[in-house]
């Protein structure tokens, strides 16, 4: 196949009127514009332009082949602008992975915004808290919490924003007892986050003193996903570790009664992780900006949070 510069050039000179005019407009030698259409003449036996010393005047075949070289430079020029496009304007799909209950109450309202600021943009949610493989899955955003790094160096894990963690419980778990020490909270039924093996663990952390002390448990139930986690504690099946801006409202509204209040009862790390930026559309680029700027500026406005 001949090359696409040959085309490229035979068009440059028919759209300026000559040699010597496609020359100074394009930065292109005169003999090297008339040596690569004299090739392209002589590989296919044609005769394209007619050559005088006094005028510049296309063929028939050379002007029907000039209108098809036009229609094929100007889809080039739209392809090549659909990628100048994803650098000036985010667009296109973005697939992200997040826990139910994460997505609820910290991502959403961001995401909604995202979308109604780009409305070029397409998002794909996958709501799970189960370990993903960034690139083997396709993701190109997976938000989680203590993410567990590997030696991938590939992927970037990005600290955002710590949340902090209270034990809840509904009202009928109580039946009007109050708890006022973390001796007594064994006396009651206890729900676990994860299915292993060992020992679950609360581990309470006092907010005046910083003093620590860890509480051994062994749940009525348990669930890998924290979702379950919190609608058990909604259900009046025990007492529960959870993120305080899951439930604050709940709180508030006398759902669920927050159990100890002086005690923190656990820290996550939020964490974006997506693969290197090389390369990265703008629509990821700004996606991840959103998230990050987005998660702090709640850190600095509501309870439940702690800026790294």
Request: charged share 25%.
């Amino acid at each position: 196949m001949h090359s696409f510069d040959d085309y490229y050039y035979f068009y440059l000179v028919v759209k300026h009127g000559g040699f010597s005019a496609a020359s100074e407009a394009e930065n292109i030698t005169k003999s090297k514009l008339s040596r690569r259409i004299l090739e392209l003449e002589d590989k296919f036996n044609v005769n394209l332009i007619q050559r005088t010393t006094r005028h510049f005047k296309v063929t028939a075949l050379g002007q029907e082949f000039y209108e098809e070289c036009a229609k094929v430079i100007a889809q080039v020029e739209c392809a090549k602008n659909v990628l100048l496009q994803q650098r000036t304007e985010p667009q296109g799909l973005v697939k992200i992975s997040c826990p139910l209950l994460m997505m609820r109450f910290q991502i959403r309202e961001l995401i909604n915004h995202f979308l109604k600021a780009y409305p070029k943009v397409e998002i794909e949610l996958e709501l799970t808290s189960r370990r993903v493989d960034v690139l083997y899955d396709d993701i190109d955003i997976a938000i989680r919490t203590n993410f567990e790094m590997t030696e991938d160096s590939s992927l970037i894990v990005r600290d955002v924003i710590k949340t902090t963690h209270c034990l809840v419980a509904a009202p009928e778990v109580l039946q009007g007892k109050l708890i006022e020490n973390y001796q007594q909270l064994t006396d009651f039924p206890c729900i676990g986050l994860g299915n292993q093996k060992q020992d679950y663990v609360w581990v309470l952390r006092h907010h005046e003193n910083n003093r620590h002390v860890d509480i051994r448990f062994n749940p009525r139930m348990r669930c890998n996903d924290l979702a379950g986690v919190y609608y058990a504690a909604c259900d009046g099946l025990g007492i529960a570790d959870l993120p305080y801006l899951t439930v604050e409202e709940d709180i508030k509204q006398g759902k669920l009664i927050h159990i100890l209040p002086e005690w923190e009862s656990n820290e996550g790390m939020v964490q974006l992780v997506y693969a290197s930026r090389k390369g990265q559309r703008l629509v990821v680029e700004k996606l991840i900006e959103t998230l990050v700027g987005g998660m702090r500026s709640l850190g600095n406005m509501k309870k439940g949070y702690r800026l790294i």
